[in-house]
């Protein structure tokens, strides 16, 4: 986590000469410190990617002023841009059903202090979880998920999403497809963890579809959620070594530490703003 408070600058726009000195002259004219810059163009795409962070006490002035400064050079520049501050936590809200792995890790890493964040509540399909989640303070919400009720219950997720005032939804194993209408409302703020190296194996019991094929390496795919199911731009993905010895639950049990491993680095590109959106992929700024 950071030893100090930074503003994150994450923009991208038409790659043209001197998009970097505009920016870095405006931020040094008003005494800013970057502490850490990253540029990527896509030569096809003709298109430019950044990410900056710069010490908060360094600049004058606040947020809001930032943002009115610097709002000419974005238009100047015909850029997609925002800047964060971390000393706002980001609220993450988890959705679960009866697989417990993903949510044992985050809410580990949560209260250890690894993911300096708010987890305002968590959901689930199932009563499963209540009491563990209820143990650490977070509040609990069953909202179960039939095939009559499927709108009503998404429903219930967003309002109570809106309530808490959620800046991005992980679904930690949350074995039910989301609504389109649920997941256009919130483009790049739904992340999930697919147990697949995608686009291996898509859709249930993918452990058992490797098995079937022979697979010598298993892994898991952290994305964000779009109406295209599993199909969403990708943000980490990681594998594991497997071999003709491994039954389907042993396949499971290696699957689900890569999992955990892969939906925390996930989020936490999200959490610090590394990731910046190109169509259906991403670029990120490790």
Same mark, same amino acid.
């Given at each position: 986590?950071p030893?100090a408070?930074?503003?994150?600058?994450?923009l991208?726009?038409p790659?043209r000469?001197?998009?970097? @000195?505009a920016?870095?002259?405006f931020? $040094? @004219?008003?005494g800013?410190w970057?502490?850490e810059?990253?540029? #990527?163009?896509d030569?096809?795409?003709?298109r430019?990617? !950044?990410?900056?962070q710069i010490? &908060?006490?360094?600049l004058? +002035?606040g947020?809001?002023s +930032?943002?009115?400064?610097f709002?000419?050079? @974005?238009?100047?520049f015909?850029m997609?841009? #925002?800047?964060?501050d971390t000393?706002r936590k980001?609220r993450v809200?988890?959705?679960?059903?009866k697989?417990g792995?993903?949510?044992?890790?985050l809410?580990?890493?949560w209260?250890?202090?690894? !993911?300096d964040?708010?987890?305002p509540?968590?959901?689930s399909?199932?009563?499963?979880f209540?009491?563990?989640?209820?143990?650490?303070g977070?509040?609990?919400?069953?909202i179960?998920?039939?095939?009559q009720g499927?709108?009503? $219950?998404?429903?219930?997720?967003v309002d109570l999403?809106?309530?808490v005032?959620g800046d991005?939804m992980?679904?930690a194993?949350? !074995?039910?497809?989301?609504?389109?209408?649920?997941?256009?409302?919130y483009?790049?703020?739904?992340?999930?963890?697919h #147990?697949?190296f995608l686009?291996?194996f &898509?859709g @249930?019991?993918?452990?058992?579809?490797?098995?079937?094929?022979?697979?010598?390496?298993i892994g $898991?795919?952290?994305?964000?959620?779009?109406?295209?199911?599993d199909?969403?731009?990708?943000?980490?993905?990681?594998?594991?070594?497997?071999?003709h010895?491994?039954?389907p639950?042993a396949?499971?049990?290696?699957?689900?530490?890569?999992e955990?491993t &892969?939906?925390a680095r996930?989020?936490?590109? #999200?959490?610090e703003?590394r &990731?910046?959106?190109?169509?259906?992929?991403t670029?990120?700024?490790r």
């Amino acid at each position: 986590m950071p030893i100090a408070d930074y503003y994150t600058l994450t923009l991208s726009c038409p790659d043209r000469v001197g998009i970097v @000195a505009a920016i870095s002259t405006f931020i $040094a @004219a008003h005494g800013g410190w970057i502490t850490e810059a990253s540029h #990527h163009a896509d030569p096809d795409a003709q298109r430019f990617f !950044m990410r900056q962070q710069i010490l &908060v006490d360094s600049l004058p +002035f606040g947020i809001e002023s +930032f943002r009115e400064k610097f709002s000419r050079i @974005a238009t100047e520049f015909g850029m997609d841009w #925002h800047i964060a501050d971390t000393t706002r936590k980001k609220r993450v809200v988890i959705l679960v059903s009866k697989s417990g792995h993903c949510l044992y890790d985050l809410l580990g890493r949560w209260q250890a202090k690894e !993911m300096d964040i708010d987890i305002p509540c968590v959901i689930s399909n199932h009563d499963t979880f209540r009491s563990f989640v209820e143990w650490h303070g977070i509040a609990f919400h069953h909202i179960p998920v039939t095939h009559q009720g499927k709108t009503s $219950a998404y429903t219930k997720i967003v309002d109570l999403f809106e309530e808490v005032r959620g800046d991005v939804m992980v679904l930690a194993r949350y !074995m039910q497809i989301l609504t389109h209408e649920v997941c256009v409302r919130y483009p790049g703020r739904i992340i999930n963890i697919h #147990h697949s190296f995608l686009p291996s194996f &898509v859709g @249930a019991k993918p452990y058992h579809q490797a098995y079937g094929r022979g697979v010598k390496l298993i892994g $898991a795919t952290c994305h964000y959620v779009t109406p295209d199911l599993d199909q969403g731009p990708i943000i980490e993905q990681d594998v594991v070594r497997v071999d003709h010895s491994d039954t389907p639950d042993a396949l499971i049990r290696s699957g689900k530490d890569v999992e955990k491993t &892969v939906l925390a680095r996930g989020l936490r590109y #999200h959490l610090e703003d590394r &990731v910046l959106l190109h169509g259906n992929k991403t670029i990120i700024f490790r």
